[in-house]
């Protein structure tokens, strides 16, 4: 886990190795343990190391270090093999040990016990093929001088951020969009249509980032740059779990299914070098996984290290299930209490570290437990992030489940959901979230009739949550995982992770558990108000009835409406008396009459607050990275 920077340019454009290596030092948070870089030419054919800095250089690769596994210097990046290729990774690839064996078999020779060496030795065996025998995750760059080009590949799921930025006679590659502002040429400005989204409903397109002319890789594709002419091939996909067909409709088999496949991902996501712990809220997600990891090191010396966030005297506090967890399998455990005056204090980092604004202050609260687990000097977590989108898990994906039922006029099954919600063991919370469900739609459209562009500006509307809309079926189930939940959850991730040097692994994202779910019936997801059965099946007796059957779901949640309400009010009002950038781009008395709303509000308006924050962080992204965000 690392962070790096690529740039290939044409021989006659100057750029000198400090402008590389400042980049690579921008993420040093990424990478504390080390760092490298290596400068490459071609002369009569051939690619070699270019000699000292007269900046005709034409390939730049550097790299930070985060040393997870093989911690010698033979596991060190950039990384060459036989001479005719060279790899900077972000990542891990998970079942490298296996790979390395079958290597073997076909000849390769491996000098160190790293996954890095084991994928250019795949590259080298099978090209651009290898990418599908990869799990994991990874951002990587490969230098082919076979090919004379380089190769962009970035994992099925976006996990690993991979960006790029081009400008005539340069392409740069690099981990973290703040690395690009080293590089000349490069200008700061705004991407409307991303602004406009984020602002307006609080989703993201993943093919966009807040800065205009910064390109994510896409998730699951691979793309070459010829190093002729610094052409770029178009991404090319190679995985497609949208033809993964249903196959498994019994309940008890799905849950059978599940726990098997989810054993092995947690196994092979246990390999490190270094000390592995747990993020744990005291969900069913993040709990399945550190008991899970507890059934798998039975008769190891070492306990597990948890990791949770707590809010005391809230409705939200989550540590009751995190303790129910520890009397259930040994945890040391730690908390951590985020709290608005950290928020503020933090505040100018947490910024900066992101790229982008965030969505709400639960990404805080997150930021918050990494810090915590860096503190205890453990570098490399297992988290519970993507057990709701596998499993169509949230309230939201369980309604537009029944709304499907009812549009094909399945009004019976719609009714045993109700019925068994209440009787048989059940989940009466189907009841109580209905109307919740339906006022939430209702304030989203209500709020956003509030926000006021100004009407010289022509702002795109969203079509993120639209499109889930209109989609049905395992094409809306698919689009939850790959579009619309994950990519901007797994970007705060990965941000707040490494801003204290930490690996964050994602057992549920396996891409092989991934397509196994794909393969159950919605039918076999959902039982009398219960969401994600199988896994609720399948545990049944590793996690204790508490959690196994706790009604509602939270997460690292903050008590975000109470902190806008009291704790951050006065900053709020400091902050709205002031001129700001995001003044250029919305009504001030618009932004004005939102925080009134907020404050005054008898009861708590989730998405009106949600609204609220996104707005001022926004202008703090503005400020902080000095965005021009004029339209011309």
């Not at 005539?168 to 690395?179: G, L, Y």
């Not at 496949?261 to 270094?274: A, C, G």
């Not at 550190?290 to 990791?307: E, I, N, W, Y």
């Not at 010289?456 to 889930?468: A, C, G, I, K």
Request: include cysteine; aromatic fraction near 12%.
């Amino acid at each position: 886990m690392c962070g790096i920077i690529g740039i290939c340019k044409s021989q006659d454009f100057p750029l000198s190795s400090s402008t590389l290596y400042g980049s690579r030092d921008r993420v040093a948070h990424r990478g504390p343990d080390d760092s490298g870089s290596v400068l490459l030419s071609r002369q009569e054919g051939v690619w070699e190391e270019a000699q000292g800095d007269a900046g005709n250089w034409q390939v730049g690769l550097a790299f930070r270090r985060l040393a997870i596994l093989d911690l010698s210097p033979a596991g060190r990046q950039p990384m060459s093999y036989r001479n005719r290729y060279w790899i900077v990774c972000n990542g891990e690839v998970f079942n490298f040990v296996e790979l390395r064996d079958e290597l073997k078999q076909l000849g390769h020779d491996f000098h160190s016990r790293s996954d890095t060496e084991v994928i250019l030795a795949a590259y080298a065996e099978w090209g651009r093929s290898c990418f599908k025998k990869f799990r994991g995750m990874w951002g990587m760059m490969i230098l082919d001088a076979v090919r004379n080009e380089v190769v962009l590949c970035r994992d099925r799921l976006g996990i690993k951020p991979l960006y790029f930025w081009q400008r005539r006679n340069m392409t740069a590659v690099v981990s973290e969009i703040k690395q690009l502002i080293e590089l000349p040429g490069f200008r700061v400005k705004m991407n409307i249509r991303a602004a406009s989204d984020f602002l307006s409903s609080g989703y993201e397109n993943p093919s966009h980032t807040f800065f205009d002319a910064v390109h994510p890789i896409p998730a699951g594709t691979s793309l070459s740059i010829n190093l002729t002419d610094l052409n770029q091939t178009i991404p090319e996909p190679y995985w497609h779990p949208e033809r993964i067909t249903i196959s498994i409709h019994d309940k008890t088999e799905a849950g059978r299914l599940f726990t098997d496949k989810l054993t092995e991902s947690v196994q092979i996501h246990l390999r490190s070098d270094v000390p592995v712990g747990c993020a744990l809220s005291g969900g069913l997600d993040s709990s399945s996984i550190a008991a899970l990891v507890h059934q798998l090191h039975q008769g190891r010396s070492s306990t597990l290290h948890s990791f949770t966030s707590t809010f005391p005297d809230t409705d939200i506090d989550e540590k009751e299930f995190a303790d129910e967890l520890a009397r259930h399998i040994p945890l040391n455990q730690h908390f951590v209490t985020p709290d608005p005056k950290t928020f503020l204090q933090d505040l100018d980092r947490f910024v900066w570290i992101h790229d982008e604004p965030v969505g709400s202050l639960s990404i805080y609260a997150s930021y918050c437990l990494a810090r915590l687990t860096r503190h205890h000097h453990i570098p490399v977590t297992l988290n519970g992030q993507g057990g709701d989108e596998i499993l169509s898990g949230y309230w939201q994906t369980y309604f537009l489940y029944l709304r499907e039922l009812i549009k094909h006029w399945k009004w019976p099954t719609v009714a045993r959901h109700y019925w068994g919600s209440v009787f048989f063991h059940g989940n009466p919370e189907l009841i109580r979230q209905t109307p919740v469900m339906f006022r939430r739609y209702r304030e989203r459209d209500r709020w956003r009739d509030r926000i006021r562009f100004f009407k010289n500006v022509e702002f795109p509307l969203s079509e993120t949550f639209n499109q889930m809309l209109s989609l049905q079926g395992q094409e809306r189930r698919v689009y939850e995982i790959r579009k619309m939940f994950l990519p901007r959850l797994l970007k705060w991730d990965d941000r707040n992770s490494m801003a204290f040097g930490v690996e964050g692994r994602y057992p549920f994202l396996d891409h092989e558990l991934i397509e196994l779910c794909l393969s159950f019936s919605p039918e076999s997801l959902y039982q009398n108000g219960w969401v994600k059965w199988p896994m609720r099946v399948g545990l049944a007796g590793l996690l204790p009835e508490k959690i196994l059957k706790r009604r509602v779901k939270l997460g690292f949640e903050t008590p975000q409406n109470e902190w806008l309400r009291y704790s951050l009010r006065p900053s709020l009002e400091d902050w709205m008396r002031q001129d700001h950038p995001i003044h250029s781009i919305l009504d001030p008395s618009a932004i004005r009459e939102l925080a009134q709303s907020v404050w005054n509000a008898r009861r708590a308006d989730e998405e009106t607050g949600q609204a609220l924050f996104r707005m001022f962080i926004f202008d703090r992204w503005l400020e902080r990275f000095g965005v021009d965000c004029s339209f011309s």
